[in-house]
């Protein structure tokens, strides 16, 4: 990186900031929206004394359809539960035609209020700026467009070469208008800067809070270690790699056994492996359910070739599990390498699975790596901590 991001330092217990727009493409307080951290922060914010005015961005029209913004093939193939099949065409959504279609939108839904209330979109899904030039707006982004399509994620990968370019060129002007980007990891803030030209000072590193609440104390069996998985895509999140690895570790450690949750892999046959499926975490039974289960695992396993700042890393840390990684993006943030759990170079299942024995065969180490990853996650990672960060990176002098 070509200078260093900043990390906003706590302000005040009550706010400069008394009123904000918040703005993401799905309602900004739906729990469903960003995966809940939408939902979060604005709701930390709220609780921290600021007037939150949510905003939706993807403001479909009916018209919008004869110019392509829905192809008839999308929604038959997200029907045939294909996740890589967008419901709106990525060649529209990504395109300066739509990207400009809804931040015109969003400019006529601003125009109703006051200037002097900033602006904080998750995304960079359209230009919160263009609606009038005094009003200050913020963004915020766990991953840049160039760091999607290295990875080959998202639905931008999806759209033509010649549209990807000018999903690139959007999102610079997001953040051309925006007074400071905000983070969730420096890795991200290293895209924004190199990739994008943005000054440093501008780019703060604010974080994410782990998603998961009230943590159950900790009741290892230490007869029966076990590795947790909890994703809702099995081959997304690196299940297959995990399975080959937990096999090799079993030979090591028989009674070793490996817990799946969020997904439903055919692995009946497989010795060793529960599949507990989907858990509806509405439900109280159902958010129980995970929370016992973080409990009682041994250890966390996360091998997916590209999440931008997983939240579950975060969950096993305030859940006392010591996680088994990659070293790949921003998990180095999240997981400190022989500290809170061990970070593996590379995708070899041998070494994987040197490093889940290397917890599973040592119960005294892994529950002194879980406590040391419970306190970094209670000094970093909560919701109010990544809340006052946010408000002070919004109180930029006049």
Known sequence: MSGTTRTAAPASARPKTSALVAVAPSDPLDPATFSGLSHRMFGQLAAQGVDVTPVATRDLRWHDALSGAVRPRAVLGRAAADRRTPLVDPDWMWS??????????????????????????????????????????????????????????????????????????????VFAACTRVLVLSAWAGRSVVDDYGVDPSRVVVVGAGANLADPLPRRTDVDRPSVLLVGRDWEQKGGPLLLEAFRLARRRVPTARLVVVGCTPRLEAEPGVEVVG???????????????????????????????????????????????????????????????????????????ADALVSLLDDPGRAAAMGRAGAARVAELFTWPVVGRRVLDALEVPC
């Not at 999607?148 to 033509?160: H, N």
């Not at 599990?321 to 500290?339: F, I, K």
């Open 96 to 173: 300066r035609r739509g990207f400009d279609r809804l931040s015109d939108r969003l400019a006529r839904r601003l125009a109703a209020i006051p200037t002097d209330v900033p602006v904080l979109q998750v995304g960079t899904q359209v230009d919160p700026g263009r609606a009038h030039p005094a009003r200050q707006v913020f963004c915020i982004t766990d991953c840049t467009v160039v760091q999607a399509l290295e990875a080959d994620e998202f639905s931008v990968s999806r759209a033509s070469p010649r549209i990807q370019q000018e999903a690139i060129d959007c999102q610079r002007q």
């Open 278 to 352: 989907v858990l509806d975490l509405s439900d109280p039974a159902g958010d129980a359910h995970l929370r016992r289960l973080y409990a009682e695992a041994t250890c966390f396993a996360l091998l997916s070739r590209f999440d931008a700042f997983p939240n579950v890393l975060l969950e096993a840390g305030v859940s006392g599990l010591p996680v088994v990684s990659t070293d790949t993006g921003s998990r180095a943030e999240a997981v400190v390498d022989g500290v809170t759990g061990r970070l593996v170079a590379g995708r070899d299942p041998g070494a994987v």
